[in-house]
């Protein structure tokens, strides 16, 4: 017979296997079965529905909570109450709602149910409202609101809907709700409000956030016809909003302040209901010893104040057998670890249920022999396994990184010193003020209550801090820790950074440092025809836009005009000023409008608050560790803006692709990334300056003139004097003066001579010249590199000085 298993213990209630849908739930009749109804549930209950009474104006609300507290369950069981089928329902759910308290007014509300997504709140909460209407219409004539709902979801599928439209569809919707028979009124509950809201920060042009404020203001004005709005959130509405403007931020607070706020927060006398009913352990197949045992253990982590104050201490004990096998230690540790550091995708009964490592099924995999518990020490690896990479990168709020690499580079084979370092790194991880790992506390939490057991604990607390030196005792207090010094607050000096730091009005001044300057080369251009074109960058603020597209002739041959657009409402103008006429009658100037820059105001926050951090917190000369992790937070916020910020304004993305629309003439290029930037901007040159000479000599084809082509003209001109019939005008070739390369290069390559038709042309190389036929070329040449400021010979002088017959010189 196989050896029995911890897992067979289980009996895994269905309802908790999985996470609930409201659109997919509500018609199943088993998605409410064992729904456990805590004092909190129902004082949320009466909360809310309060607000179904005539004369009440409080319809709108939101349910903030964590990923996984049943929120989602609490509106599922709203909407069933709030339907009329709570006949339906079982017992403890129908005690919920006492009708009295609405004098004797029946809810009878048609639910529309609207899960969250990253779209338009609007055009999912239109094609959720007709699904509704569609389920109350039987056999005959199509009630006229489905035609118009069709209407308007096929519109919103295009584009925008008129916030007005949509409220008047609601509102006709529960008038022909009331009219028909089929209810009283519209409960709209919007699970997942969050996406939403996602969706709305980072497309205000698709998705206005004024929307919920007129859907709360109708519902607070329903009368007779209730149209009731209900919300849930995992976080407020402020967290969605932070990397808008300051602006923007009020108006989201304003909207928000419509809706009536929940908190859904089960203590952890509710929440250990809560799971005691998800496990559903066969407790009669549990040692009488370990039944005991467990409520000592139960009695003691309450005494100690683990499970905060105002807890059933009688129901808590009565739940620890059926806890098994959870540790009394556990419960509050996990609970706060997954509120603090918990993703969407986990969840306290992901925990529970699910086959992640460490957590607590792979554990029910081994025997069932004696007591073996699941304890902190447990809990410690399944949280470097789900949460490491997340707790590495916000190190500052729990020291994980220093937690982590003194308990993996502690070399022991003693493995109760391995428990006690990786219970007192968790305890020290979540850094509360009522779990201290204390002595008493870790005595506890690793080995239980028995006399031999604690001495063991206090034996090899005593060798960890005194011999090994690995932990080190602050008090009472502050208990056993990692580390020796008084630890830096860096979370509570984050959020002082944070009031104390004003949000920005405009991105844009913040990331000056950040953003690229150096002039763009026409690479192929100027391998193809020797001239060495750039063009500068100019930054700009939109509305300083008309007033920057001169280019100076003289510094540069062309401009790339970037506009530092803040807003979606800027970038419209931005782009619109590329296709003006302004833009399309300047050959030399570029237009690259990049995404706003409004979306980097989180980024640029959180490198001005460690910023702030590192120069106003004094505490920090006195702890390394908290200074060396400032430095590190300091380091790695400014290379993720400096990233962010090369991605929406770098004009040198070689490797990525370029999030810049980019202008020429009014037109509109295809520019994916840097290489096709400079491939561009050398076509453009081809085209502006077409009839430019070409002369591969940086002597002579340059901006300004060198020292040494200007004493390499002179001698030059000397030459064509002195030594115009000897080959090379009698400069030495093995010596390569500078004076040859100007030869070489316009001279003898080009042969430049005067035709009387066509000016200038090329004839065949020679390397014997005629002083009488080098005027023309002269004249070009000194054209060329003629420097400003050199006063030594103007060109008129010294073409008086040539011997030539009059008919040539009377030409020019």
């Known amino acids: 017979m196989p050896e029995s298993r911890i897992a067979d213990l289980f009996r895994f209630r269905s309802r908790y296997l999985r996470s609930v849908n409201l659109e997919r739930d509500f018609n199943d009749g088993a998605a409410l079965e064992g729904y456990i109804v805590t004092s909190q549930v129902r004082q949320n209950f009466d909360q809310l529905i309060a607000g179904l009474a005539p004369d009440s104006g409080q319809r709108a609300w939101r349910i903030t909570g964590d990923y996984g507290t049943g929120k989602s369950s609490f509106a599922l069981v709203l909407a069933h109450v709030l339907s009329g089928q709570r006949d339906e329902l079982p017992e403890k759910i129908r005690s919920l709602v006492d009708l009295r308290r609405l004098r004797n007014c029946r809810p009878h509300l048609l639910p529309v149910l609207v899960t969250g997504a990253r779209e338009s709140l609007v055009a999912s909460l239109l094609r959720s409202l007709k699904i509704a209407i569609e389920s109350t219409?039987?056999?005959?004539?199509?009630?006229?609101?489905?035609g118009r709902l069709n209407s308007l979801v096929n519109i919103a599928s295009r584009t925008t809907v008129p916030d007005p439209a949509v409220i008047a569809a609601i509102h006709e919707a529960s008038d022909y709700i009331k009219s028909s028979g089929k209810g009283t009124g519209i409960l709209i509950i919007l699970d997942e409000?969050?996406?939403?809201?996602?969706?709305?920060?980072?497309?205000?042009?698709?998705?206005?956030?004024y929307f919920l404020q007129s859907l709360a203001e109708a519902a607070s004005r329903s009368g007779d016809s209730p149209l009731f709005v209900v919300g849930l959130l995992h976080q407020g509405f402020h967290a969605y909003a932070d990397q808008l403007s300051q602006t923007a931020q009020r108006e989201w607070e304003k909207v928000a302040g419509r809706f009536e706020e929940v908190l859904f927060n089960q203590p952890l006398d509710q929440t250990a209901t809560l799971i005691v009913e998800a496990l559903n352990v066969q407790q009669s197949r549990l040692p009488l010893a370990f039944h005991r045992h467990s409520e000592a253990e139960m009695a003691a982590a309450v005494d100690l104040g683990w499970y905060g104050a105002g807890v059933s201490r009688k129901a808590l004990v009565a739940h620890a057998p059926g806890l098994f096998p959870l540790h009394a230690?556990?419960?509050?540790?996990?609970?706060?670890?997954?509120?603090?550091?918990?993703?969407?995708?986990r969840s306290l009964f992901s925990f529970?249920?699910?086959?992640e490592p460490f957590a607590l099924r792979a554990f029910a995999e081994q025997p069932l022999n004696g007591d073996r518990c699941y304890r902190i020490h447990d809990l410690y690896d399944y949280a470097r396994a789900a949460f490491g990479h997340r707790l590495g990168v916000q190190s500052y709020r729990s020291h994980w990184n220093q937690i982590e690499s003194v308990i993996a580079s502690f070399l022991s084979t003693n493995e109760l010193e391995l428990q006690v370092l990786k219970t007192v790194g968790l305890l020290n991880m979540l850094d509360v003020s009522g779990l201290v790992a204390s002595e008493a506390a870790i005595q506890l939490s690793v080995s239980g209550r028995s006399d031999a057991q604690r001495e063991r604990i206090k034996e090899t607390l005593s060798k960890l801090h005194k011999t090994s030196r690995v932990v080190y005792y602050r008090g009472e207090a502050g208990g056993y820790c990692l580390w020796p010094h008084t630890s830096v607050n860096l979370e509570r000096a984050y959020d002082d950074a944070s009031k104390a730091l004003a949000s920005p009005t405009r991105i844009s001044m913040l990331i000056q440092n950040d953003l690229e300057t150096r002039p763009l080369v026409a690479r192929r251009h100027y391998i193809k025809?020797?001239?060495?074109?750039?063009?500068?960058?100019?930054?700009?603020?939109?509305?300083e836009l008309a007033s920057s597209l001169d280019v100076d002739a003289a510094s540069a041959d062309g401009r790339v005009l970037v506009p530092l657009c803040e807003t979606d409402e800027e970038r419209h103008v931005a782009l619109d000023f590329a296709r003006s006429d302004q833009a399309r009658t300047r050959p030399q100037l570029l237009v690259a409008v990049p995404k706003p820059l409004g979306t980097l105001a989180g980024l640029v926050h959180e490198a001005r608050r460690w910023e702030w951090i590192g120069q106003n917190v004094p505490e920090l000369t006195h702890d390394s560790y908290a200074a060396e992790e400032v430095s590190r937070q300091i380091a790695a916020s400014k290379d993720l803006l400096h990233r962010r910020i090369q991605s929406f304004v770098g004009l040198r993305q070689f490797t990525e692709k370029m999030e810049l629309q980019w202008f020429w003439k009014a037109e509109k290029l295809m520019v994916s990334d840097?290489?096709?930037?400079?491939?561009?901007?050398?076509?453009?040159?081809?085209?502006?300056?077409?009839?430019?000479?070409?002369?591969?000599?940086?002597?002579?084809?340059?901006?300004?003139?060198s020292s040494a082509a200007a004493a390499g003209r002179m001698r030059l001109i000397e030459r064509m004097f002195k030594s115009a019939s000897q080959p090379f005008l009698g400069m030495d070739i093995a010596k390569k003066p500078p004076e040859m390369a100007m030869y070489l290069s316009v001279l003898r390559r080009t042969?430049?001579?005067?035709?009387?038709?066509?000016?200038?042309?090329?004839?065949?190389?020679?390397?014997?010249?005629?002083p009488c036929r080098l005027r023309p070329a002269l004249q070009h040449i000194m054209e060329l590199v003629e420097g400003r400021g050199d006063s030594r010979m103007r060109v008129s002088e010294l073409f008086a000085k040539l011997r030539c017959p009059d008919h040539l010189a009377s030409r020019r």
Do not use: W
């Open 137 to 146: 219409c039987g056999r005959g004539r199509t009630p006229r609101i489905l």
């Open 193 to 209: 409000l969050g996406k939403f809201l996602e969706f709305a920060a980072a497309r205000p042009d698709q998705q206005d956030i």
């Open 329 to 345: 230690t556990v419960l509050p540790v996990l609970v706060r670890l997954f509120s603090r550091f918990g993703q969407n995708e």
């Open 352 to 355: 529970l249920m699910s086959n």
């Open 529 to 543: 025809t020797g001239n060495l074109r750039h063009f500068e960058i100019k930054y700009a603020a939109v509305p």
């Open 674 to 705: 840097g290489r096709a930037l400079l491939t561009e901007l050398s076509h453009i040159c081809d085209q502006l300056y077409a009839k430019a000479p070409r002369i591969h000599s940086e002597l002579v084809n340059r901006r300004s003139l």
């Open 751 to 770: 042969n430049l001579h005067q035709d009387t038709k066509n000016g200038f042309r090329v004839g065949e190389p020679h390397e014997k010249h005629d």
